[in-house]
Structures are given as structure tokens and as C-alpha cells.
């Protein structure tokens, strides 16, 4: 079975400063990773995903993400976050067979201060 | 502009009230789904529909009902709702072409007392 696991609950970066959220996954198969961003009272949004090809891809909003296969890793990375990076952020991995679930994490809650 | 749209955003009940969510698409997707968010937990899967009439059991599916009628809706039904129902739902489709993009809705916040 697919898994994902997001060690950190939450996260505290000052503006400006680089940002790293971790990501391992478990599956059995090539994976297709994502990495969602949840601001508050909203719905997910897509900020970026992985399927084949390069290793690092980049997203909306100034994320890019790295796949290790060696490391069943996906972590997520910013250079500078702004104050409106304030959000939870699900690290999510999907197969194509059939049913196109998503597995979540359990998300990182990101705190930003000034 | 293109939109999952959910009924009631927040809700209030009591244990036994039958109730139901509404989900609604403008995207011509395919592929629709619930998920239920609670604390610590992340997202996981109730229900999902490859298409009209054809639904199937995520991961929790047990206290719920879905039914697709039409393309464009999904409805969420919990027939004799229990507190541990209390949670987050979201809606979701996609085009059905996996291209791995779940479009969301904003939630319903549900509470049962």
C-alpha cells in the first residue's frame, strides 16, 4: 500500500529566509508525487508534481521539489518565502491504475514571522 | 471560471438527521471524489466516481452514500450521521485523464452532535 509521511507538523521560517519541507513516500512503483498548498478556509491547490523525467520540478508560487529515489524523498523547497506562504502543505503520491486517489500526508503546517 | 463547488460550507446536526452535502463541477470532469480532513490524519479518500453511475469505496467509505447521476454532480449522503462524522469534507475532480491534478472545493465543515 501507498503512504506518505511528513515528519514535520509545523514549521516556523522568518520572511525572506529558504524553506525545506521533507516528504518520504512508500510505493511500489515508479510514484507520482504532488505537493499540495492549503491556505486557511480554503481547498487544496496543486503547486507542483512529479511523474517521470527530470528529478527537480518547479512549481506556481516560486516552489520547486526534488525526487530522490534513493532517498524516497520529495521534499519541497523555497528560496525566500513571503509572508503569504503562511499555510498547511500536503505531500501526496498517486498511481494511475484505475481509481486516481491520492494518498496525504498528514501535512506541515508552515508559520511565517516577520 | 472553472469551479468545484460545495453545499453546505458548514453544517451543524444532531446524531441520526439524515443529511447530504452537495458537490458540483463546471469542468466537464470525469473523475470526482470525497475526502474527509481530520486532525492529524491528512486527507483520506470516501468515495470516488470514474464516471456517471459508476462510484466505488475509497478508505473510509462505511456511514456514507454517494450517487452519480450526472456528469457535473456528486452528492455526499450520510443516512444516520455519528459524531466521529464531525470533520472536513472536500470534493474533488479531475479531467479523468490522470493527469494527476485534483481540483478541490472549499470544504464543508461538518459538526455532529
Known amino acids: 500500500a501507498q503512504s506518505v509521511t511528513q515528519p514535520d507538523i509545523h514549521i516556523t521560517v522568518s520572511e525572506g529566509a529558504s524553506l525545506e519541507l521533507r516528504c518520504n513516500y512508500s510505493y511500489g512503483a515508479t510514484p507520482y508525487l504532488f505537493w499540495y498548498v492549503q491556505s486557511p478556509g480554503q481547498g487544496l491547490q496543486l503547486l507542483l508534481k512529479?511523474?517521470?523525467?527530470?528529478?527537480l520540478v518547479q512549481g506556481i508560487k516560486g516552489f520547486e521539489a526534488e525526487f530522490k529515489r534513493s532517498q524516497s524523498s520529495f521534499n519541497l523547497r523555497k528560496p525566500s518565502v513571503h509572508w503569504s506562504d503562511a499555510a498547511e502543505y500536503f505531500c501526496a503520491v498517486g498511481s494511475n491504475f484505475g481509481n486516481e486517489k491520492l494518498t496525504f500526508g498528514t501535512g506541515t503546517r508552515l508559520t511565517i514571522i516577520p | 471560471e472553472a469551479q468545484v463547488t460545495q453545499n453546505p460550507r458548514y453544517l451543524i446536526t444532531v446524531t441520526g438527521k439524515k443529511l447530504t452535502v452537495t458537490c458540483s463541477q463546471n469542468m466537464n470532469h470525469e473523475y470526482m471524489s470525497w475526502y474527509r480532513q481530520d486532525p492529524g490524519l491528512g486527507l483520506r479518500q470516501i468515495y470516488y466516481s470514474m464516471n456517471v453511475e459508476v462510484t466505488d469505496k475509497g478508505d473510509v467509505p462505511e456511514g456514507y452514500k454517494v450517487s452519480r447521476k450526472e456528469k457535473r454532480n456528486f452528492p455526499l449522503i450520510l443516512e444516520s450521521p455519528s459524531p466521529n462524522q464531525t470533520s472536513l469534507y472536500f470534493c474533488a475532480s479531475s479531467s479523468g485523464s490522470y493527469t494527476g491534478e485534483l481540483f478541490f472545493g472549499e470544504g464543508s465543515r461538518l459538526t455532529v452532535l
Open positions: 512529479y511523474f517521470s523525467g527530470d528529478t
